[in-house]
T-cell receptor, first 114, second 112 residues
Framework: DVKVTQSSRYLVKRTGEKVFLECVQD?????MFWYRQDPGLGLRLIYF???????EKGDIPEGYSVSREKKERFSLILESASTNQTSMYLC?????????????FGEGSRLTVL | GEDVEQSLFLSVREGDSSVINCTYT??????LYWYKQEPGAGLQLLTY?????DMKQDQRLTVLLNKKDKHLSLRIADTQTGDSAIYFC????????????FGTGTRLKVLA
C-alpha cells in the first residue's frame, strides 16, 4: 500500500516562529503536493512539485515555501508563522502522467499559531 | 472560471440511500473524483469517473456525470454509520501542469 507520512499530526507554534512540516512517500511518486484545508473552503493548493528540486506555486503560496531535495520528501516551510495560517495541512503524492491521477494523502498536520 | 460547489451537510438514516451532489464550472476537466475523509484522517479515493462516461457503478457507489449541466453526483446505497464522513468531489485538468480543483466538502451524518 502507498503510504504518505506526515511527521507531525499536531503542532502549536507562536506568531513569528519558523515552522517545518515534513512529508515522506514510499511509492517513488514523481508528484507531491501541499494543500491547506479550512472548513467551508475545501482544499486549496499551496505548492506542487513534479520532480526533485522542481516546484510550482499553487493558488495560495504567500507566506509559504517548499523544499524537495529528495524524491520521497517534500517539506512545507512557514518562514514566520501568523495566526491566519492556523489550519489543517495535507500532503499528497501521485505518479506522473498516463494514469488516473489518484492522489494519495497523508493524515494531515493540524497547526495552531498563537 | 474554476469552481466546484457542494452543499455542506447531509443527514440520512441508516439503510437509506445518500446522494451527494457537486457542480463545477469548467468543462475541460478529464477525470472527476470522489474522496472520503474520515475524522482525523486524510482523504482517500472512493471512486472516479472519466469525463467521457455518464455513469459508473462500484458496489454500493454509483457516480452520475451530467456534462451538459456540469453536475456530478455520488449515490451511496444502504448507507451505514461507517459512511459518516466528509465527501469531496474533485476535478483534474491535464492542460499544462497537473491541477486539481476540490469542492468544499459535504459532511454526511448517518443516523442510527
Amino acid at each position: 500500500d502507498v503510504k504518505v507520512t506526515q511527521s507531525s499530526r499536531y503542532l502549536v507554534k507562536r506568531t513569528g516562529e519558523k515552522v517545518f512540516l515534513e512529508c515522506v512517500q514510499d511509492m517513488d511518486h514523481e508528484n507531491m503536493f501541499w494543500y491547506r484545508q479550512d472548513p467551508g473552503l475545501g482544499l486549496r493548493l499551496i505548492y506542487f512539485s513534479y520532480d526533485v528540486k522542481m516546484k510550482e506555486k499553487g493558488d495560495i503560496p504567500e507566506g509559504y515555501s517548499v523544499s524537495r531535495e529528495k524524491k520521497e520528501r517534500f517539506s512545507l516551510i512557514l518562514e514566520s508563522a501568523s495566526t491566519n495560517q492556523t489550519s489543517m495541512y495535507l500532503c499528497a503524492s501521485n505518479m506522473g502522467r498516463g494514469n488516473t491521477g489518484e492522489l494519495f494523502f497523508g493524515e494531515g498536520s493540524r497547526l495552531t499559531v498563537l | 472560471g474554476e469552481d466546484v460547489e457542494q452543499s455542506l451537510f447531509l443527514s440520512v438514516r441508516e439503510g437509506d440511500s445518500s446522494v451527494i451532489n457537486c457542480t463545477y464550472t469548467d468543462s475541460s476537466s478529464t477525470y472527476l473524483y470522489w474522496y472520503k475523509q474520515e475524522p482525523g484522517a486524510g482523504l482517500q479515493l472512493l471512486t472516479y469517473i472519466f469525463s467521457n462516461m455518464d455513469m459508473k457503478q462500484d458496489q454500493r457507489l454509483t457516480v452520475l456525470l451530467n456534462k451538459k449541466d456540469k453536475h456530478l453526483s455520488l449515490r451511496i446505497a444502504d448507507t451505514q454509520t461507517g459512511d459518516s464522513a466528509i465527501y469531496f468531489c474533485a476535478e483534474r485538468f491535464t492542460s499544462g501542469t497537473y491541477k486539481y480543483i476540490f469542492g468544499t466538502g459535504t459532511r454526511l451524518k448517518v443516523l442510527a
